[in-house]
């Protein structure tokens, strides 16, 4: 199981998780929900206090994934397989451009 706090801004907005058959559920936390319920990070995810849940990386987490040059740079570097996005999500995208930022959890972490 991968683990990553979700941030919006310096806030943290919620979790996301890829289990380990490879499923996804994103959740935003509650103290978010109730203090900021109109700051969604995407149209697509309206702040609510239910899970979200997929079998692919949601549409918008994908999104922040490099791409072209970079995807293969970063993909080299980190010898991330270019289709495991969940580990190119959590590798790349701690400092994206915008408002929402992606920290890994690890296992110490906790």
């Given at each position: 199981?991968?683990?990553?706090?979700?941030?919006?801004?310096?806030?943290?907005?919620?979790?996301?998780?890829?289990?380990?058959?490879?499923?996804?559920?994103?959740?935003?936390?509650?103290?978010?929900?109730a203090?900021h319920?109109?700051?969604?990070?995407?149209?697509?995810?309206?702040?609510?206090?239910a899970?979200?849940g997929?079998?692919r990386?949601?549409?918008?987490?994908e999104?922040l994934?490099?791409?072209?040059?970079?995807?293969?740079?970063?993909?080299?570097?980190?010898?991330?397989?270019?289709?495991?996005?969940?580990?190119?999500?959590?590798?790349?995208?701690q400092?994206?451009?915008?408002?929402?930022?992606?920290?890994?959890?690890h296992?110490?972490?906790?």
């Amino acid at each position: 199981m991968r683990r990553a706090e979700i941030y919006y801004k310096d806030l943290l907005a919620g979790i996301l998780v890829e289990t380990d058959e490879g499923l996804y559920t994103f959740q935003y936390e509650k103290e978010y929900v109730a203090k900021h319920p109109d700051q969604f990070i995407t149209f697509s995810m309206p702040v609510i206090e239910a899970k979200y849940g997929d079998n692919r990386l949601f549409p918008f987490f994908e999104g922040l994934i490099p791409e072209g040059w970079l995807l293969d740079i970063a993909s080299k570097n980190w010898k991330i397989n270019q289709n495991d996005r969940m580990g190119l999500l959590l590798a790349c995208c701690q400092n994206c451009i915008g408002a929402v930022s992606v920290k890994p959890i690890h296992e110490k972490d906790e």
